[in-house]
């Protein structure tokens, strides 16, 4: 049963999809990063101030013993308040939207490499182009 486990990781599949899924893992958390950090103050600027993380609906009694804020999702959320958190969905969404486009721009830019290459004449190895010279050189004589 080992060796057959080792067979099965030895596959070039299965490595490639390991890398893909550390590189698609590190991928989001860089797209996370440019939504959080970057788009969505830019978005809450132009909406005047506007932060979706900040948007959401109590559900049910808030905690006993909660001295925080009955306005700071993070901390109604962590006290254990029952809390509708739609504008973090929203921004969940907004990352997600993100990435898919970013995922789009990259396989249609490798496609359009495929393509070219696919369309591109083959050229002959060096050592094929000089075997011809030296056959052509040969017929000449």
Do not use: H
């Not at 696919?118 to 050189?137: M, N, Q, T």
């Amino acid at each position: 049963m080992f060796k057959e486990f080792r067979e099965f990781i030895a596959r070039g599949n299965v490595l490639d999809l390991a890398v893909a899924v550390i590189i698609g893992a590190a991928f989001a958390t860089i797209t996370t990063s440019l939504t959080e950090d970057m788009i969505m103050p830019v978005v809450g600027a132009i909406f005047g101030g506007l932060d979706f993380s900040s948007y959401f609906i109590l559900l049910g009694p808030v905690p006993q013993g909660y001295a925080g804020s009955l306005s700071n999702y993070a901390a109604l959320k962590a006290a254990g308040a029952p809390v509708l958190g739609f504008g973090q969905f929203l921004t969940v969404v907004i990352n997600f939207l993100i990435l898919a486009f970013i995922i789009f721009l990259m396989v249609k830019m490798a496609n359009k490499v495929i393509k070219k290459a696919e369309e591109a004449p083959a050229e002959d190895p060096a050592e094929v182009v000089l075997l011809r010279e030296i056959r052509d050189e040969l017929k000449k004589k």
